[in-house]
Antibody, heavy 117, light 107 residues
Framework: EVQLQQSGAELVKPGASVKLSCKTSGYTFSNYYMSWLKQMPGQNIEWIGN????????GYNQKFKGKATLTVDKSSSTAYMDLSSLTSEDSAVYFCALTTVATFAYWGQGTLVTVSS | DIQMTQSPASLSASLGETVTIECRASEDIYNGLAWYQQKPGKSPQLLIYNANSLHTGVPSRFSGSGSGTQYSLKINSLQSEDVASYFC?????????FGGGTKLELK
């Protein structure tokens, strides 16, 4: 069974950075892409970018370049996303999602990031 | 970026009814379209990919159709567990983009 377990909720101050994790099991991590997505309360879903589990190759939505950095640790089958220079506009739920044929077949439970002083 | 426009934004229907949700792309996306269901407080779940292919485990009352710039999701015989928000997503071109969502409620 495919499982994506995301790290817990974060409360961070404006200007700070945060690193989110997505620990996977139930499939061969190095054979698939992992995407990260953002959903603000009651709003649309945005695709941030994706990373290949095999070699760490990345693709980003231009909107999130400089804001998000995606990495992987193959040894622990875990994907990470660093978010930098946080503002209130970064307050949202962030999802990781196993990506197959450009669709998001399996999702993590989401991590709520709240940016507040 | 390809803009995805969903309609209606909200919808109220009765149990057993057939419901249709539309999604229009700002350009031809050549069937590179998926549909997701999101229940309150939960993560989205894939329903349909390639515009009309049912994802594993999804009930057959869900179906997708369309081509070019116009696509639709149909739910036959609405069940109480179908109360959710529904999103379309194009993956024909980067960046992959989503529609604004349709909130489906019971009448």
């Amino acid at each position: 069974e495919v499982q994506l377990q995301q790290s817990g909720a974060e409360l961070v101050k404006p200007g700070a950075s945060v690193k989110l994790s997505c620990k996977t099991s139930g499939y061969t991590f190095s054979n698939y892409y992992m995407s990260w997505l953002k959903q603000m309360p009651g709003q649309n879903i945005e695709w941030i970018g994706n990373i290949y589990g095999g070699n760490g190759g990345t693709g980003y939505n231009q909107k999130f370049k400089g804001k998000a950095t995606l990495t992987v640790d193959k040894s622990s089958s875990t994907a990470y996303m660093d978010l930098s220079s946080l503002t209130s506009e970064d307050s949202a739920v962030y999802f990781c999602a196993l990506t197959t044929v450009a669709t998001f077949a399996y999702w993590g439970q989401g991590t709520l990031v709240t940016v507040s002083s | 970026d390809i803009q995805m426009t969903q309609s209606p934004a909200s919808l109220s229907a009765s149990l057993g009814e057939t419901v249709t949700i539309e999604c229009r792309a700002s350009e031809d996306i050549y069937n590179g379209l998926a549909w997701y269901q999101q229940k309150p407080g939960k993560s989205p779940q894939l329903l349909i990919y390639n515009a009309n292919s049912l994802h594993t485990g999804v009930p057959s009352r869900f179906s997708g159709s369309g081509s070019g710039t116009q696509y639709s999701l149909k739910i036959n015989s609405l069940q109480s567990e179908d109360v959710a928000s529904y999103f379309c997503q194009q993956y024909y071109d980067y960046p992959w983009t989503f529609g604004g969502g349709t909130k489906l409620e019971l009448k």
